[in-house]
C-alpha cells in the first residue's frame, strides 16, 4: 500500500483551509515491489486517454446525456485500458457523510450491497478513505494491509484483492465523489496508471459538475414563475457563467460568477459593449455569425470562445444556450451557461505537438527519411521534386534497384498539398496476380472463395491523398485497363460490384523496368504507359554520384554505430576510395549492407572495410582507365557475402565455445566480441547456430 498520506508516491489533489490535511498513516507492516512489466499500461495510454477516451465522454457531456449514462460509459472507456480491471463511481450524499454507488456495472453485487452507502472515515475502504484524506489512496492488496483489518473481508470474500481509488473534487474543492479501481490480484499503481485514475476522475468531475448546473439551473427556470428575485439568487449561486439574454439576444441578467470572473459591474455587464470588452477581439467576428444562425432558430446551440478574466488573462469557454419558450411555444428568453475549458484545449494542444514531435522523431530515426548528398545528378533530382511536389501530376519514377525510388516519392508527397492526407504505398511485385485487383479496387461480400465480407482497396483508403504504386512493371495485364481508367476518369469498381466509385488520389508510380521495352514487347499497355509517363524522374544510381559516397559513408556509419553502441571518430581514406571505385550495382541498398556490415566487425574508433569484399568487383585501381576496368561476374556478390558469412559464422563459433555458450555477462561471448549481447542475440539465430552445442564441446574439452 501507498500511504495516503505520502505526497512523494501519490499526487496531491489540493485541500483547502477548511480541510487539513490529516497526519499520514503509518506505513505497511511490509512493502511490495512493484513489477513494471506486468502492471504498466502500454505506451502511451495515457495520452490516448485525453485524445479519444476524454473527447468520447466529453461528446456525452456536451450532448446532455444522463449523467448515469456519462459516468457508465467513463466505467467502461477506463476499464478497456487494462485488462482485469474493475472500475465505479461514488456521489457523496448531500449530507456529506456517505457514499452512493452512481457507476459500479462490473464490480459484484454481493460486495456493491455492503459497500453502498459507506461511511466517508479513516475506518472505511479506499473510497472512504480517499474521501476522507482528498487524496488518492492505493491499496496494493487488502490481505496484508493492516489498515485494511475491519474491512478486509468485503473484497476478500468476492476475491477483490487490490482497490485504489482518486476523490472527484471540484473546481470549488469540495469532493463530489471517488472513482475506484480493483484487482483481483495483488497491484501496485505504475507512474502511469497514477496518472489514468487521476484523469478519470477529472472527466468524472466535469460531469458531475456540468450535470448538477444544469439541474440547478433547471431548478431555477421552475422558480422563474415564483420570484425573479428567488431566480437571482439561485442563479448567483451556480458556479457557472449564466446569461439571460431576450429573444434578440440582448442581456437581460447576467449572474454573480460573471461579474466575479469578469471583475464588471452589474451595470457595465448591461451595456451594449459587453461583447467586445470580454470576448477575445480574435473571436468576435465567427462569434457574429454564429450568433446570427443560432438566435434565428429556436433550438439549443453553443459556441466556444475566449473570455478575459478580471486579471486580463484569456481562457477558453463552452457556451452552451437553450431557448426558453412560454405556455404557448413563444420564446421569452435565452438562458446561456458558460463552462471553463480552457485546460482541456491546452491538452489538446499539447498532445499535438507531442505528436508533431513524434511524427517528426519518427521521421529523424529511419534511414529513409533522408536524402542525403549535394552532387549535380541528385541536384537535378531535388528540383525536379520541388517543381511537380505542388500540383497533382502523375509522377513516374524510374531508376534502378536500391536507388531511392520510394525516398523520393514520400519527399513529393511531404511537399504537396496532400500532405496532411493519406499516404499509402503498394508494392505491386509482392502482391499474387490473382489478388492485385481486389489488393488495389476492393471487394465486395461473395465476389469470390473466400471474401466473406466488403473490403476497402489501397485506392478508396488513399482517397484525398496520393498512392505510390511501387514495381508497376510487374501489374498484370487485367489490372492494368482497371488502372488506366482510373487515370482517365477518376473512377472504378470493385470486385463483384458494378457500381462505380468516384476518387480523388494522386498516383505516384515507380518501377526499375525499362516500360518501353515492355511496350514493344506486349507485356506493358502503350496507353497505360503514357497516361503514367506524364512527369518522369529518372533517379540516378549510385555510380553516378561519386561524389556522394562520402557524405553518404559519413551518415551511414553514424547511424549504425548508434545502434550497436559504438563511436568511430574516423573513416579511412583508402575505405573511401574503395568505395568510390566500387560501381555499386546495388546502389545505397547494398552500401548499407556493406556499411552496416563493416561497422559490427570494425574495432577501435577507425571505420574501415575488408578490401576484399569489394576486389574484382567493380573497383577500379589507381590510374587504371575506365576501359580496363574489371567488372563484376554474375554470383561473385553472393559469393563474397557467403564467404563473409561463413567468416562472421566461425568467429561468433569460436567466442561461444570459449564461454561455453554464454553471451551475456563479464565472460559472455559478447564481451568478447566487443558487441551488445542482444545484437549477438539477433546474430546468432539469424546464422542458425546451437548455442546448446557449442556448450557442450566446450565441456568436452575440459579435463576431468
Known amino acids: 500500500m501507498l500511504s495516503p498520506g505520502s505526497s512523494k508516491d501519490v499526487p496531491n489533489r489540493g485541500h483547502s483551509s477548511e480541510h ?36 468520447d465522454a466529453l461528446n456525452l ?7 448515469t449514462e456519462i459516468l457508465k460509459s467513463i466505467v467502461g472507456l477506463i476499464e478497456a485500458h487494462s485488462e482485469g480491471m474493475i472500475c465505479s463511481i461514488f456521489l457523496v450524499e448531500e449530507d456529506g457523510m456517505h457514499l452512493r454507488y452512481a457507476a459500479a456495472p462490473n464490480l459484484p453485487e454481493s460486495y456493491r450491497i455492503a459497500t453502498d452507502g459507506a461511511v466517508i472515515g479513516p475506518e472505511g475502504g479506499p473510497c472512504s478513505l480517499a474521501s476522507y484524506l482528498r487524496q488518492a489512496v492505493f491499496i496494493a492488496d487488502f490481505l496484508s494491509d493492516s489498515h485494511c483489518a ?18 472527484i473534487i471540484s473546481h470549488g474543492g469540495q469532493v463530489l465523489g471517488t472513482f475506484g479501481m480493483y484487482f483481483r490480484e495483488v497491484r501496485t499503481p505504475t507512474e502511469r496508471e497514477v496518472r489514468l485514475i487521476d484523469y478519470a476522475s477529472r472527466v468524472a468531475g466535469i460531469a458531475i459538475e456540468r450535470s448538477r448546473s444544469e439541474t440547478a439551473l433547471q431548478h431555477a427556470f421552475e422558480e422563474i414563475r415564483k420570484s425573479e428575485g428567488q431566480l437571482r439568487q439561485i442563479t448567483d449561486a451556480i458556479p457557472q457563467t449564466i446569461t439571460v439574454l431576450g429573444p434578440d439576444g440582448g442581456i437581460v441578467y447576467v449572474n454573480r460568477t460573471v461579474l466575479d470572473y469578469t471583475g464588471l459591474s452589474r451595470e457595465e455587464a448591461m451595456e451594449s459593449d459587453f461583447r467586445e470588452r470580454v470576448f477575445h477581439p480574435e473571436d468576435l467576428e465567427r462569434l457574429r455569425g454564429t450568433r446570427r444562425n443560432g438566435f434565428s432558430r429556436e433550438i439549443p446551440w453553443e459556441n466556444e470562445v475566449r473570455v478575459r478574466r478580471k486579471d486580463g488573462k484569456y481562457r477558453w469557454f463552452l457556451i452552451r444556450y437553450n431557448p426558453l419558450l412560454d405556455e404557448q411555444g413563444r420564446l421569452i428568453r435565452w438562458c446561456a451557461a458558460g463552462t471553463d475549458i480552457d485546460d482541456r484545449r491546452q ?20 534511414p529513409y527519411e533522408e536524402i542525403v548528398g549535394s552532387s549535380m545528378p541528385l541536384r537535378r533530382v531535388l528540383s525536379e521534386v520541388s517543381k511537380v511536389a505542388p500540383t497533382d501530376s502523375t509522377v513516374l519514377l524510374l531508376g534502378e534497384t536500391g536507388t531511392g ?4 516519392a514520400s519527399a513529393i508527397n511531404r511537399r504537396s498539398k496532400r500532405c496532411t492526407r493519406a499516404f499509402v504505398r503498394v508494392n505491386c511485385a509482392a502482391i499474387p496476380p490473382s489478388l492485385v485487383a481486389s489488393e488495389l479496387f476492393g471487394h465486395e461480400k461473395g465476389a469470390f472463395t473466400g471474401a466473406l465480407q466488403k473490403r476497402l482497396g489501397r485506392f478508396e483508403s488513399a482517397d484525398g491523398g496520393t498512392i505510390f504504386l511501387d514495381e508497376i512493371g510487374d501489374l498484370p495485364m487485367d489490372t492494368q485497363v482497371a488502372l488506366l481508367r482510373v487515370l482517365q476518369e477518376r473512377e472504378f469498381e470493385r470486385v463483384g460490384s458494378n457500381q462505380p466509385i468516384s476518387i480523388d488520389v494522386r498516383v505516384l508510380a515507380a518501377t526499375n523496368r525499362d516500360l518501353q521495352a515492355a511496350v514493344a514487347a506486349g507485356t506493358f499497355r502503350e496507353d497505360l504507359f503514357y497516361r503514367l509517363n506524364v512527369f518522369p524522374i529518372r533517379i ?19 547511424r549504425y554505430a548508434k545502434k550497436t553502441r559504438k563511436t568511430f571518430l574516423h ?58 576496368r574489371i567488372l563484376p561476374s554474375p554470383g561473385m556478390l553472393a559469393e563474397v557475402e557467403k564467404e563473409f558469412t561463413d567468416r562472421e559464422r566461425k568467429i561468433i563459433e569460436s567466442a561461444l565455445e570459449a564461454s561455453r555458450g554464454r553471451v551475456a555477462g563479464k565472460d559472455g561471448a559478447a564481451s568478447k ?4 549481447a542482444q545484437t549477438l542475440d539477433s546474430k546468432i539465430a539469424s546464422l542458425g547456430i546451437n548455442k546448446r552445442q557449442l556448450k557442450g564441446v566446450n565441456s568436452k574439452k575440459r579435463p576431468s
Open 571 to 628: 573513416i579511412k581514406k583508402t575505405t573511401l576510395a574503395l568505395f568510390q571505385a566500387y560501381d555499386w550495382p546495388g546502389n545505397i541498398r547494398e552500401l548499407q549492407n556493406v556499411v552496416e556490415r563493416a561497422v559490427i566487425l570494425c574495432d577501435g574508433d577507425t571505420f574501415s572495410v575488408d578490401e576484399t569484399w569489394l576486389q574484382g568487383k567493380g573497383t577500379q585501381a589507381k590510374g587504371t582507365p575506365p576501359s580496363a
Open 20 to 55: 487539513p490535511m490529516p497526519k499520514p498513516m503509518p506505513q505497511p507492516e511490509r512493502s511490495e515491489v512493484c513489477n513494471a512489466n506486468a502492471n504498466s499500461l502500454p505506451s502511451g495510454s495515457a495520452i490516448a486517454l485525453s485524445t479519444e477516451s476524454v473527447l
Open 673 to 676: 566480441l566487443g558487441i551488445p
Open 61 to 67: 457531456i456536451l450532448a446532455g446525456a444522463p449523467l
Open 347 to 366: 491538452d489538446e494542444e499539447k498532445l499535438r505537438e507531442e505528436n508533431i514531435a513524434l511524427r517528426e522523431e519518427i521521421s529523424r530515426s529511419s
Open 540 to 558: 540516378p544510381p549510385l555510380r553516378e554520384r561519386k561524389d556522394d559516397i562520402p557524405l553518404l559513408v559519413e551518415y551511414l556509419v553514424e
Open 405 to 408: 525510388k520510394e525516398l523520393i
Open 150 to 167: 475491519n474491512f478486509r473481508d468485503k473484497p476478500l470474500s468476492v476475491g477483490l484483492r487490490a482497490g485504489w481509488s482518486s476523490p
